[in-house]
């Protein structure tokens, strides 16, 4: 059973407490599009278990991780961004503009994307 927190948004969309377009769902694993999409593509990637940030993440998480980065593989498969690329990003703090303090990886696709992000 994953460790949730009830005062927490992304723990909510993973029980099912808060709505949410959800995509893709596994044991460990929710995906669903983002409220305010920068792309034609934007999904949340999440771990069901509440994981602050990146900077979080131990050994004990490789397993979570190969999920979400074939969950990412699978979306951009099924949204039709495989070919022409697409991008996983994940904010760590303030500077980087995390504004939701559960582990989310940003999957983008669909248009031209600049690099370095502003
Ligand atoms: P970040 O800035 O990296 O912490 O990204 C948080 C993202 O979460 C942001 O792109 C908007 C999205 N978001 C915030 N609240 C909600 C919500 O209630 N539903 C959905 N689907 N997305 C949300």
Known sequence: MA????EC?????GQ????????????????????NPQAPTHILIIPKDHIESAADLTKD?????????????HLAKAEGVAQSGWRL????GPNA?????HLHFHLLG?????????
């Open 89 to 92: 990003v994940t904010n760590v």
């Open 16 to 35: 099912r407490e808060t709505p949410a377009e959800i995509v893709h769902a596994s044991d460990a694993v929710v995906a669903f599009r983002d409220i």
């Open 61 to 73: 998480h490789r397993g979570l991780l190969w999920d979400i980065f074939e969950t990412a593989a």
């Open 9 to 13: 948004l992304f723990c909510q969309i």
């Open 110 to 118: 669909g248009r031209t994307m600049r690099w370095p992000p502003g």
């Open 3 to 6: 460790e949730t927190y009830s």
């Open 97 to 101: 503009g995390q504004s939701v303090p």
